[in-house]
């Protein structure tokens, strides 16, 4: 080879070279910011996806440098991190494992789960590695201060946000060492200044407690509300079920007005907190939540539904008129000889086969709607065919509904803020704890006597509102009512004594779901009752206005 | 930080392990020189018989080997090594190896983007950054300075310049080396000089006052501000003299304190005092008691994962399989409320080296475990016995403390305290009563709590006589560095006298990188002789992967495959861990860092082994490079 064609060489790979990088240059052309100018097709695919950096969150350098110099070894220096990572946790060297998760955070910082998981390994596991309740509450702040940071650089993740939330009601408040860390909390000025920069208003009423300090139930409620801001302005909820991602936030209000009372205060705050909470709790009722079908439902329409269903229902059986009747004819005639003895058998004398068939034969021999509608006379036929898809719509609509009123327990939450907002709820706990206290400090005849108010009074809460004895209160209360038969030294109980029934019902391993579902139609029908009462008071008040 | 039981050993102990020889570096060492010799000769024997002839070759061998011991080594002049070593390093400063010490003031400067300013012990965090930072620097630049030098130079042929003078194989390889280590040398000193001001100033913050009440009796108690994540409070003591300055000291917290004074009624607070310490701790031997007081070697073990590695230590006897368990130091737990104790016999308790009248500094770095929630307010509390070892009647009464946990806790035993001789119970003399005539003294640590536990291991309890300043510690660290750099280049420059530039050095760095994992590789090989499927080798590690099999289930192969896969595992494990073994312990080298990150006194014992081993390795890729280079020339 000699010098000419060694030059000419090099100048053939110089022109494949920026051959080369032509299409690059094409692809990868900023968008120049006018109109019609979106940039070349990686950047247009950058903002298709969302996934510019600067749309993701806050830009870091630290982050940019680290991934820079990581020279396209980012994920291979992340698995070597989190390897060390493990290491220092089994050294129970801390302060090592929150540099390196930091360290990981940098190179990673978009993976959500990576920020999920190492805050909740410094807020669960290592904190619980502490003996110190202080030091312990320091380890759930760095968790929950680590995911905040996940937060800031991951603008589009609701979950995150719903996460910090979660750790500020949960971890703080629930913990064994709730008492002391909600108090440390209260205290904490630095993390509230720090919140106070995130934007979440620790100032304002609707995240002071009681003692007119921060409460951080409230403040984790919202956090969780401004992830609920966050999916409101169009961000998608990814990796949670919606339903489970807007309940939190109510429910952390009703965690905070129970906070409230278990910590003495029983007066007209603790009122006013079930109040609010159960205005959230009714406010998540009316919120339209995306389900797996096609349909949002909101929870608090379920009745709205139900009673849709049955005008429409009435309307489409009004004009079918008998054509119902002779669908359902034609199925029986369809029978064959042994279904049609077992159906025709009067229920007492079939036997074990007999009923079994009969039992199915009732599913079979109901003709659906459908089919009722195109059979319908001709004048109305499209009527009721229109009514038919409506009916299995609204039916579809209300299983959804029911299924999400069950999964998250939606009555029974909307039960308790309602009683717990009652002033004689509240008196009853307020007696309790009083009680409790004189039976503390060996006040005995002061003791029993509250104990025997408050029984009183929680008997009359229980015959409103039995679904509370499902409560935690319940468990709370049988323990009362243990102390208080050690204190009036009996064991067994007068028949006069107004939880008799209560305690029975405790004693016979009540917790079953029949049991439950029979409270909750209990329940159901004292509402009924007393919205009856009241609208009858309220038409016989009127209706005596108008006689006057 | 958790020491080890091979970091107890004295000089000699590691050099000669009087209980099993086997297990001693000498041993080690003479092992590998014997296997150096053996495969040498064996190797210029080959290359030279290829060369003249079986009989040619056999005298070309002994030639070179009478060469060396007769004419080159006695007579190698410091003269014209110090004049090759000069070359060497005006070589190395043309190359702009200075450049490394700019990226390390670059590095500092942006050091701060990555180190936690929230972490709760600033002082080691910053530490170990530096020296981690110039450890891996220095070795990176040695290995290229030492491997691409001669290669280069045999390329353009300017070698031929060197050896038609009058110089020996033995200088030129010296001279390379020690021209190189005067580089690394070089920068290694602004690097140390640059990284004690980094951890210094680094650390250095000031607070304010923000807050002060009056206790009556002149007593003052105050708060300051809240500034790098961080405030204290303090309290104030009266001043001695009225007009003069009073003086207060703040709590301790992120391992430091400071200093408040007050003048005319304004208060001053100081720099930081206690983040940079440099402790020289007594360490003393445990045994632990069980709950009924039986004698224990080892405490409860209370589920923690264990850490891995461990079996370094065990020198040849691990390799020919005389021992297979990893030696480490778990930490070991003691019931509350039982007879259950931890007991700590230290040696060479004197007035003379325990000068102090308030008595003796004991420091203690001991963790908690609950197995019921307890008193959550609370620490967990326990309690210092003294006791006298020959006569177990004599103790004193209980100093009881409450723990705290990931953090050294300073407590003082006092020359005299209350406690029983067997007979009555009367005031104590230290030194008299319970420290035996030969200086030795039992501390016992119980858990006061029942249904709790303290746990705690060796290295975590010690009398601290006396403490150095942070520079010299810091100093001494540097000085590991520069072993380990010593180390690197010795190699550098032996892989340089036969392969390639690029080639010798990817070969030092596996060398470097062997010695990092050798114990993951000795892991291995643990789990192989054991015959517990513990992921198993390289290939069976790919079958695994590939498969996605857990590492703890059985390979599912049939058995003519498993047992291919055994046999090539078996031999590449068997053959890596034969060459980890003969390499140095960088890893080990490295972790002085950790001593100085952590506030205790580098050992002497330590570097003074540390420095042994790196002159054998020296020595030996020396002989080794003089022959390669020998026979290259023969070659040429």
Redesign the interface.
Known sequence: MNRSTGFRNKLIYLAILIAMLIPLYLLGQPAGGGTGDAGGRLTQMRTDFNIAESELGEIN??SE??KLASLGLRGVAATLLWGKAH?Y????E???L??TL??IA?LQPHYERVWEFQAHNLAYNVSSE????R?RY?MVR?GTEFLTKGVQQNRKAPRLVWYTGWFYGQKLGMS??KK?FRRLFADDD?LHEALRQHNIAVDSPEARGADNKPDNWLVGRLWLYHGYDLVDAGVKIRNQTPINFFETGPKWRIKAAEAMESEGVLDDRARAAWQQASDDWQSLGRRSIPTTSTFTIKLGALEELQRERQEALDELLEIAGETREQERQILLDSLNDAERLAWETPPAERTEAQTNLAYQLTYRLEPSLASVARKAPAPVRLRAIELAAAIEDLDARIQKTEGHRNQINYEYWLTLTLAEQEERTVEARRLLFEAEQANAAADLDLAIRKYEEAFALWAEVFDDYPVLTLDEVSDDLMKSIRRYTIAMDQETFPDDFPLLQFVELMQNEYRSSEEYERLRNLQREKLREKEEAQLEAERSTSADADSL | MTLQPEDFWSFTQWLLRPQSFLESALLQGIVLVILAIVLGLLVGYIISAARYGPSEGFYAVARAVRDFVRFDFPGTSPRRVSALARLAFKEAIRRKVLVVVALFVVGLLFAGWYLDPRSSDPARLYISFVLTATNYLILLLALFISTFSIPADIKSKTIYTIVTKPVRATEIVLGRMLGFIGVGTLMLVPMAVASYFFVTRGLRHDHEVVDITDLGNGRFEGKTSYDQYHEHTFTMDPAAEPGADAFGLTDAVRGHRHVVRETDGKYLIGEPTGALRARVPSYGTLVFTDRAGNLQEAGIDVGNEKARGGYGSSGVARLIGATREARRYEHGYMEGGTLGSAIFTFSDVTPARYPDEEGIPLEMGLRAFRSIKGDIVSGLNGSITLRNPDSNQIESSPITFVVQEYDIAEERLPRQIEGTDGTETRLLTLFDDLVTPDGRLEVIIRCLDSEQYLGTSASNVYLRPAETSFAWNLTKSYGSIWLQMVMVIAFGVMFSTFLSGPVAMVATFVCVLLGFTAESIYDIRYYMDKGEAMGGGPVESLVRLLRQDAMTTQLDVDNVANKVIQTVDSGIIYSLDAIATSLPNLPKMLSTAEYAASGFDIFGSLLARHAVATLGYFVLAFVISYFILKTREIAA
């Open positions: 350098p630290a440098t680290m290491d946790r089994v050294h129970h801390w302060d090592r929150k540099a930091n360290n940098l502490f003996d110190d309740y030091q320091a760095e064994d060492e002391q630095v």
